[in-house]
């Protein structure tokens, strides 16, 4: 069974065919009758240790609209909370018969070892500071219905990298298809090796703005000053946040985007944020045509057509 | 089980490469070397053929885990013993982390006792360095030092004394019993929720990184202090090539500084956590492949004294878990010796003779062991290990002694068996079984 | 990397020669035949459905599409009325798809005019079993309420295993089970012919034996 667990795990060809078939299942999404019999008889189970109604929500009802039987097992009131290990977790969905697991969960990795666990394709919905590939897929899925293609885009992700999922399946799939991206943060939240990344860097986001056809803003936790990250919110905002002038400062037809939740005042403003060239909305109502489509490929047919070989 | 310590019979051991030297005879009778040289015979000794077979004095680990008292789940200290025979040991510090802590005489007396019972291996156990591992209140050092295990080996290991102050004055204070201070360099604040060592892998992998000069500050800041206060440093698991080069530095400035390596830090490098499995998650971090060239170059040279395991058994279920929710630690007593062939004698670094000194001759002097690490000679106590360099074994975590089966080494062929341990002239380990 | 960008429309289609297949085959129509085929379908059309009213084609991809697209041009110059036209992929509705890995969508493309009402003509190269017929009736009726569904075909080659029966057939080709049909459209292929050769066999084709 094959799984998808990082956005790397996905070939030029693969991702474009993930795109595709969104683009296709969006285009016939406004019909009388918005199921598809795909997944008829399939159990997809949302293993949630992490509180996201939002991506929850998205995967249950991409499930439910390819017809799978969705089973919603988060940590909150179930035997998780009562210290079972995700091992066993794990052989309980095996034993129910799961065909897919979408996997949420605070630490790096655990999607890695559930695929090792259960026979069903695992399909990583975040894990810790990892990777979170749907999300890329949504976010590129958006960039290209906006400007028409993704190749050759200049793409600038701004804020907390080093603590993000969405950065590093970002770049990996950006990348993957071509797009130029530059990750723009204070240096303290930029990993160490990132000049190893298939990317460049600034710690310039003004220097950075005027070259950008999308800018991506990344939630930034005022929690990490604690940590001496940043002095303040209020600087960080200063030199990192996208505010009305320096989004007047965006070239014409450059888009911002944003993988949610928002913090508004902290890294984006709200009139930027519900400006037309937002696409944070669009960004959700995408999420569920992808996520259709990930889950067709991986559990349409007899084998995925997509992700990475598990073992 | 209980074991009689002398032995009641003689063995005579023939062909034995003592050291990697000619082949000889070896005699050993009421636990000491009798006699050493060629075409030697004895009527009443038990023969034993060790053609081909490399003599080393028993190997001494300066670092190792036996869990016991607190988590026998996982190791006891009996098992520990069994299971540093069967990696050719005759004498293992136990760690003082266990739970209660080994800061009292009362408790080291305890696991030096079980040691002894267990007839296996001498334990020799190492005093905690502050009351809890708290790392604020010194334990009574001078207590554990008097007591019937004498003590002489003090450490916080898996916590670091990183109070500089606390730690000058416990480097002042063992010189009072010419003790010594096993430092765990780890500066708390630079590796809070660290997961492995900081780099290309770590970044990708989004697991919070170990930076190497978390390690090495601590290191270059003991190596100062142990220099002002005149007293005696022991560098636990050294593991990066940063390390390496202060230790030199240190050495060639007259500090009295010792180090140890582990052998999984000898050829195991930060790739492998890309699968995830916490089999690979131990502290110190797997570092990179040019450290683990520092490291064998160390050892190789000087600059790292000796090769301990840091032994660390885990139940099943503490690696059975999420990278970041997973025990760090890996078992080591009975693969320590082939590793170290794999990577050290096999490339040429280190010869035979290096090997008993880097693993019993050295570790004994900065334990002050005064019955182990003794050179293969007449009169000395019979502390032998048999190994066959020439063999070749996978490694089965089922078939080993530890009660633990968290070994990195799960299905590798290795080089080397132990064959025979003789702790003071009575076999431990024969033919590759346990006694 | 398993899903195929071009998916085959009907069972039992084999890859024609043109995509690689280099095995002995011949020709059983030529482009004009298979105008001339067209031309009479389009009659029978207007025939049956009053001058083509409220007709609506459906191809079915991949080689349905460009049929219906001419069948609509054929019927619009006879008539001088608009014929709307579309595609209606079936991948998620077909019965085989646990026997390949998943493949990738085909176009659905439904005409402004919708489908509810309209005397719905499904399009297609060659009928077979029916299985693709079964499965276009599937995803049309998701789409909406036509008030009757009629079936258009270039080639019907036989060896049908549902009760599904065409309203125009371009040409009846007896065929064995050996054997494969391709039909190459200019369009996609750069001519135009119905192709016979020997079967090779594909995922999913065992009940087809």
Redesign the interface.
């Given at each position: 069974m094959r799984h998808l667990l990082s956005a790397g795990d996905l070939t030029r060809d693969e991702a474009v065919l993930v795109l595709d078939t969104a683009a296709e299942l969006a285009r016939i999404s406004g019909r009388s009758v918005k199921k598809f019999p795909t997944l008829r008889g399939r159990t997809v189970v949302n293993l949630f240790y992490e509180d996201s109604t939002r991506t929850r929500t998205s995967f249950e009802l991409a499930a439910k609209r390819m017809s799978a039987d969705v089973i919603n097992f988060s940590a909150k009131g179930s035997s998780v909370s009562k210290g079972e290990?995700?091992?066993d977790t794990a052989l309980t969905l095996q034993a129910m018969g799961a065909d897919g697991v979408v996997i949420r969960?605070?630490?790096?990795?655990?999607a890695?070892?559930l695929a090792g666990w259960v026979d069903g394709a695992v399909l990583n919905a975040g894990?810790?500071?990892?990777?979170h590939p749907t999300q890329a897929l949504l976010d590129v899925y958006t960039m290209r219905e906006r400007m028409g293609r993704v190749d050759g885009l200049r793409v600038a992700i701004v804020g907390d990298i080093l603590h993000s999922?969405v950065a590093?399946s970002n770049v990996l799939l950006l990348h993957t298809l071509g797009a130029e991206v530059t990750l723009v943060a204070p240096p303290t939240l930029m990993?160490?090796?990132?000049p190893?990344?298939p990317c460049a860097v600034s710690y310039d986001l003004d220097e950075v703005l005027p070259k950008s056809d999308v800018v991506m803003m990344l939630r930034v936790q005022a929690e990490r000053m604690k940590d001496a990250f940043f002095p303040t919110a209020r600087e960080y905002s200063r030199r990192y946040g996208l505010d009305r002038d320096r989004f007047a400062r965006l070239q014409d037809g450059a888009i911002v985007m944003h993988p949610g939740p928002m913090v508004r005042g902290m890294e984006i403003s709200a009139e930027v944020a519900d400006s037309a060239r937002s696409t944070v909305n669009e960004q959700v109502t995408n999420g569920v045509s992808v996520r259709m489509a990930v889950l067709y490929l991986l559990l349409g047919g007899s084998g995925s057509a997509i992700g990475n070989q598990g073992d | 089980m209980h074991k009689t310590l002398e032995a009641e019979s003689a063995y005579l051991i023939r062909g034995a490469r003592i050291a990697g030297g000619d082949p000889g005879d070896i005699l050993i009778r009421d636990g000491v070397i009798a006699d050493i040289g060629t075409g030697l015979t004895a009527d009443d000794a038990e023969p034993v053929d060790a053609e081909g077979l490399i003599a080393l004095p028993g190997l001494v680990d300066l670092h190792t885990h036996l869990r016991e008292p607190g988590r026998e789940d996982a190791e006891t200290v009996a098992s520990g013993a069994r299971a540093a025979a069967m990696g050719g040991y005759t004498a293992v510090h136990a760690m003082a982390n266990t739970d209660p802590v080994a800061d009292t005489a009362g408790v080291v007396e305890q696991v030096w006792r079980l040691g002894r019972e267990s007839g296996h291996c001498d334990v020799q156990p190492v005093g905690a360095v502050t009351r809890g591992l708290d790392g604020r209140h010194l334990a009574e050092l001078g207590a554990m030092a008097d007591s019937v295990a004498r003590v002489r080996v003090f450490s916080d290991d898996g916590m670091c004394v990183s109070d500089a102050l606390l730690m000058r004055r416990a480097l002042e204070y063992v010189k009072a019993f010419d003790g010594v201070v096993a430092q765990h360099a780890q500066e708390p604040r630079l590796t809070e929720g660290a997961?492995m060592n900081?780099?290309?892998v770590?970044?990708?992998?989004?697991?919070?990184?170990w930076?190497a000069v978390a390690e090495e500050a601590i290191i270059a800041r003991d190596c100062l202090l142990t220099e002002h206060v005149g007293s005696r440093l022991h560098v636990c698991h050294v593991s990066t090539k940063g390390s390496v080069q202060i230790l030199r530095w240190a050495k060639g400035r007259g500090c009295d500084v010792t180090a140890e390596v582990t052998p999984h830090h000898l050829l195991l490098t930060d790739e492998l956590a890309e699968?995830?499995?916490p089999i690979y998650k131990v502290n110190p971090p797997l570092r990179t492949a040019e450290d683990v060239h520092a490291l064998r170059e160390g050892l190789a040279d000087g600059t790292i004294d000796c090769v301990a395991t840091d032994h660390a058994p885990h139940p099943i279920?503490a690696k059975?878990?999420?990278?970041?929710?997973a025990a760090m630690g890996m078992v080591g007593l009975e693969t320590a010796l082939s590793v170290v062939q794999h990577t050290m004698v096999d490339t040429g670094m280190l010869d035979w003779a290096g090997v008993a000194d880097r693993m019993s001759i050295a570790p004994a002097r900065i334990g002050r062991l005064t019955g182990h690490g003794r050179p293969i000679a007449v009169g000395e106590p019979a502390n032998v290990t048999l190994y066959d360099a020439g063999a070749k074994r996978d490694i089965d975590p089922a078939a080993m002694a530890s009660k633990s089966r968290n070994t990195p080494y799960q299905g590798m062929r290795v080089p080397g068996r132990v064959v025979a341990t003789f702790l003071r002239g009575a076999p431990t380990v024969l033919k590759g079984k346990i006694q | 990397m398993c899903a195929k960008k071009v998916s085959d429309s009907d069972e039992g289609v084999g890859a024609p020669p043109g995509r690689g297949d280099l095995r002995p085959t011949r020709a059983v129509l030529e482009g004009s035949e298979i105008d001339r085929a067209l031309t009479r379908i389009a009659h029978e059309v207007l025939e049956r459905t009053k001058g083509g009213e409220d007709v609506t084609l459906l191809g079915i991809p991949t080689r349905g599409v460009p049929l219906a697209r001419r069948l609509a041009e054929r019927i619009e110059r006879v008539e001088d009325r608009h014929i709307p036209w579309g595609s209606l992929d079936i991948t998620m509705y077909r019965d085989d798809l646990r026997m390949a890995p998943a493949r990738a969508l085909g176009r659905t493309e439904i005409p402004a005019e919708g489908i509810d009402g309209r005397v719905v003509i499904l399009v297609d190269d060659v009928l077979f079993s029916g299985r693709s017929v079964r499965a276009a009736l599937d995803a049309l009726n998701d789409l909406g309420r036509p008030r009757a569904v009629q079936l258009a075909i270039l080639v019907d080659r036989g060896h049908r295993r549902l009760p599904i029966r065409a309203d125009y057939v371009g040409k009846n080709l007896p065929t064995s089970l050996r054997e494969n049909v391709a039909v190459l459209l200019d369009e996609l292929d750069g001519r135009d012919a119905v192709l016979i050769g020997p079967a090779r066999p594909r995922p999913g084709e065992e009940d087809h034996r």
């Amino acid at each position: 069974m094959r799984h998808l667990l990082s956005a790397g795990d996905l070939t030029r060809d693969e991702a474009v065919l993930v795109l595709d078939t969104a683009a296709e299942l969006a285009r016939i999404s406004g019909r009388s009758v918005k199921k598809f019999p795909t997944l008829r008889g399939r159990t997809v189970v949302n293993l949630f240790y992490e509180d996201s109604t939002r991506t929850r929500t998205s995967f249950e009802l991409a499930a439910k609209r390819m017809s799978a039987d969705v089973i919603n097992f988060s940590a909150k009131g179930s035997s998780v909370s009562k210290g079972e290990s995700l091992k066993d977790t794990a052989l309980t969905l095996q034993a129910m018969g799961a065909d897919g697991v979408v996997i949420r969960h605070g630490s790096a990795g655990s999607a890695h070892r559930l695929a090792g666990w259960v026979d069903g394709a695992v399909l990583n919905a975040g894990d810790g500071t990892h990777e979170h590939p749907t999300q890329a897929l949504l976010d590129v899925y958006t960039m290209r219905e906006r400007m028409g293609r993704v190749d050759g885009l200049r793409v600038a992700i701004v804020g907390d990298i080093l603590h993000s999922r969405v950065a590093r399946s970002n770049v990996l799939l950006l990348h993957t298809l071509g797009a130029e991206v530059t990750l723009v943060a204070p240096p303290t939240l930029m990993p160490v090796s990132v000049p190893t990344w298939p990317c460049a860097v600034s710690y310039d986001l003004d220097e950075v703005l005027p070259k950008s056809d999308v800018v991506m803003m990344l939630r930034v936790q005022a929690e990490r000053m604690k940590d001496a990250f940043f002095p303040t919110a209020r600087e960080y905002s200063r030199r990192y946040g996208l505010d009305r002038d320096r989004f007047a400062r965006l070239q014409d037809g450059a888009i911002v985007m944003h993988p949610g939740p928002m913090v508004r005042g902290m890294e984006i403003s709200a009139e930027v944020a519900d400006s037309a060239r937002s696409t944070v909305n669009e960004q959700v109502t995408n999420g569920v045509s992808v996520r259709m489509a990930v889950l067709y490929l991986l559990l349409g047919g007899s084998g995925s057509a997509i992700g990475n070989q598990g073992d | 089980m209980h074991k009689t310590l002398e032995a009641e019979s003689a063995y005579l051991i023939r062909g034995a490469r003592i050291a990697g030297g000619d082949p000889g005879d070896i005699l050993i009778r009421d636990g000491v070397i009798a006699d050493i040289g060629t075409g030697l015979t004895a009527d009443d000794a038990e023969p034993v053929d060790a053609e081909g077979l490399i003599a080393l004095p028993g190997l001494v680990d300066l670092h190792t885990h036996l869990r016991e008292p607190g988590r026998e789940d996982a190791e006891t200290v009996a098992s520990g013993a069994r299971a540093a025979a069967m990696g050719g040991y005759t004498a293992v510090h136990a760690m003082a982390n266990t739970d209660p802590v080994a800061d009292t005489a009362g408790v080291v007396e305890q696991v030096w006792r079980l040691g002894r019972e267990s007839g296996h291996c001498d334990v020799q156990p190492v005093g905690a360095v502050t009351r809890g591992l708290d790392g604020r209140h010194l334990a009574e050092l001078g207590a554990m030092a008097d007591s019937v295990a004498r003590v002489r080996v003090f450490s916080d290991d898996g916590m670091c004394v990183s109070d500089a102050l606390l730690m000058r004055r416990a480097l002042e204070y063992v010189k009072a019993f010419d003790g010594v201070v096993a430092q765990h360099a780890q500066e708390p604040r630079l590796t809070e929720g660290a997961q492995m060592n900081e780099g290309v892998v770590s970044d990708r992998l989004g697991l919070t990184g170990w930076p190497a000069v978390a390690e090495e500050a601590i290191i270059a800041r003991d190596c100062l202090l142990t220099e002002h206060v005149g007293s005696r440093l022991h560098v636990c698991h050294v593991s990066t090539k940063g390390s390496v080069q202060i230790l030199r530095w240190a050495k060639g400035r007259g500090c009295d500084v010792t180090a140890e390596v582990t052998p999984h830090h000898l050829l195991l490098t930060d790739e492998l956590a890309e699968t995830y499995d916490p089999i690979y998650k131990v502290n110190p971090p797997l570092r990179t492949a040019e450290d683990v060239h520092a490291l064998r170059e160390g050892l190789a040279d000087g600059t790292i004294d000796c090769v301990a395991t840091d032994h660390a058994p885990h139940p099943i279920e503490a690696k059975e878990a999420e990278w970041a929710n997973a025990a760090m630690g890996m078992v080591g007593l009975e693969t320590a010796l082939s590793v170290v062939q794999h990577t050290m004698v096999d490339t040429g670094m280190l010869d035979w003779a290096g090997v008993a000194d880097r693993m019993s001759i050295a570790p004994a002097r900065i334990g002050r062991l005064t019955g182990h690490g003794r050179p293969i000679a007449v009169g000395e106590p019979a502390n032998v290990t048999l190994y066959d360099a020439g063999a070749k074994r996978d490694i089965d975590p089922a078939a080993m002694a530890s009660k633990s089966r968290n070994t990195p080494y799960q299905g590798m062929r290795v080089p080397g068996r132990v064959v025979a341990t003789f702790l003071r002239g009575a076999p431990t380990v024969l033919k590759g079984k346990i006694q | 990397m398993c899903a195929k960008k071009v998916s085959d429309s009907d069972e039992g289609v084999g890859a024609p020669p043109g995509r690689g297949d280099l095995r002995p085959t011949r020709a059983v129509l030529e482009g004009s035949e298979i105008d001339r085929a067209l031309t009479r379908i389009a009659h029978e059309v207007l025939e049956r459905t009053k001058g083509g009213e409220d007709v609506t084609l459906l191809g079915i991809p991949t080689r349905g599409v460009p049929l219906a697209r001419r069948l609509a041009e054929r019927i619009e110059r006879v008539e001088d009325r608009h014929i709307p036209w579309g595609s209606l992929d079936i991948t998620m509705y077909r019965d085989d798809l646990r026997m390949a890995p998943a493949r990738a969508l085909g176009r659905t493309e439904i005409p402004a005019e919708g489908i509810d009402g309209r005397v719905v003509i499904l399009v297609d190269d060659v009928l077979f079993s029916g299985r693709s017929v079964r499965a276009a009736l599937d995803a049309l009726n998701d789409l909406g309420r036509p008030r009757a569904v009629q079936l258009a075909i270039l080639v019907d080659r036989g060896h049908r295993r549902l009760p599904i029966r065409a309203d125009y057939v371009g040409k009846n080709l007896p065929t064995s089970l050996r054997e494969n049909v391709a039909v190459l459209l200019d369009e996609l292929d750069g001519r135009d012919a119905v192709l016979i050769g020997p079967a090779r066999p594909r995922p999913g084709e065992e009940d087809h034996r």
